[in-house]
């Protein structure tokens, strides 16, 4: 049992010593180029800890932040330091942390709630899954200095049951960490309790928005609901919750440990810190890398990605998933960060990154997502469920090369009536990556349209 800051340092002492006197320490080569260009605070441990020893965790520092919390911090100055990082969500939606933190720190209640979105549905996407595999106490600790901040004494991780790793670490860590007193009943005889348990999820795309989440762990159908009332007010249970994913939990601890101000110091004034994005499709380079907001897509596909497979032409990098969009070559300059993105037409989403070459054709990629999110549409509101079907048919027609220029015009208009009338994000979004292929790649639609 650890029962304060500095039993935990000392245990950290040992573990180092333990290791290095066993040179198996791993380090990574960060002179090549694939590293140069990144900066690795959530992925700090990726590699280099044995993700089944909390002891290597606190070796390299880990539980100090929560620790240092408990220690010197009221549950204030912790939401304080989080709302001075910036730090926004990294779940899609970008909401700063700290304010969704005080929402739920304000409303009373005998029992509030922090749940981990660990069900990371996007195609191609697996940062999370890194993370939950690679370092589960980060999340863990995460959790619980939110469970510290928000006043709330239970956590759960939502995570798909296709993460057998993920599940298996994390419940690992869960009985590790239990078992010294760092979860469970008066953390560190501090007064503070916080338990977290772990909720498989089936592989429901829609089960990551928090709604559906929500009525998933509470063990009815995984569809979304009306918001408002908001989690804050009425989540779990009808409990005041905080969900965040799993990246946004991974970067509580370094921001703890090393104060907010040195996290916005990094990346872009509106998009602090960095971001893990998962580099894939016609890449020389593809895997996980983590760079700081406001690195330019160039960057990204050149400098660590290597460039574009066999030196094709680049054509297109498609960023945020099913609800983002496809960006062409003349906007590789872009800053990538939440605003910008957004400005040409995508969003940041999770963190896919899938880059294309000329011999993507752009309605084909379109068609692929929208058919992504009708096959995973809940099918609760008739917008998303027959619109997202509806829009797939239309995208076959063009690239069948048998449109016509009516069905142009109602493919355009029924992109903005799923857009504007779908219940959850799922269908708002639906249309980004049909939207974004017209803009920035009109003429391959108009080449699906048949003149007879
Ligand atoms: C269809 C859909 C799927 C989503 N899937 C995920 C997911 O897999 N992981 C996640 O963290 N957020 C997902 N989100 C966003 C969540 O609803 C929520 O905004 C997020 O978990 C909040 O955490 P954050 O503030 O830390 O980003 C999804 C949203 C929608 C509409």
Known sequence: MITSKQELQ?????????????????????????????????????????????????????????????DEMSSKDVIEEIKISGLRGRGGGGYPTGLKWESVSKVKSWQKYIICNGDEGDPGAFMDRAVMESDPHRVLEGMAIAGYACGADKGYIYVRAEYPIAVDRLTKAIKQATKLGILGENVAQSGFSFSIEIRLGAGA?????????????????????????????????????????????????????NGGEWFRNIGTEKSSGTKVFALTGRIKNTGL?????????????????????????????????????????????LKVDYESLKEV??????????????????????????????????GKCTPCRVGTTQLTQLLDKFIAKKATKEDFTLLKEMCEVVKSTSLCGLGQTAPNPVLSTIKYFEDEYLAGVCND
């Open 345 to 378: 037409g995508s969003i940041m989403g999770s963190g896919g990154l899938i880059v294309m070459d000329d011999s993507s054709n752009m309605v084909e990629i379109a068609r692929y997502f929208m058919d992504f999110c009708a096959s995973e549409s809940c």
């Open 205 to 257: 795309f829609v089960c990551g928005e928090g709604t559906a989440l929500i009525a998933s762990i509470e063990g009815g159908r995984g569809h979304p609901r009306q918001k408002p009332p908001h989690l804050s007010d009425n989540g779990l249970w009808g409990r005041p919750t905080v969900l965040n994913n799993v990246e946004t939990l991974a970067n509580i601890a370094p921001i703890i440990k």
């Open 289 to 333: 890398v983590e760079v700081p907001m406001g690195t330019t897509l160039r960057e990204l596909v050149y400098d660590i990605g290597g460039g574009v497979e066999d030196d094709k032409k680049f054509k297109a990098i498609q960023s945020g998933g099913p609800s983002g969009g496809c960006i062409p070559e003349h906007l590789l300059d």
């Open 10 to 70: 000392e245990l950290a002492q040992i573990k180092k010593a333990q290791n290095d006197s066993n040179p198996k320490e791993k380090t990574l080569d960060t002179s090549s180029a694939f590293y140069a260009k990144q900066k690795r605070i959530v992925l700090e441990n990726e590699g280099i800890i044995d993700p089944e020893d909390i002891e290597d965790y606190i070796a390299h520092g880990g539980y100090i932040s929560l620790f240092k919390a408990l």
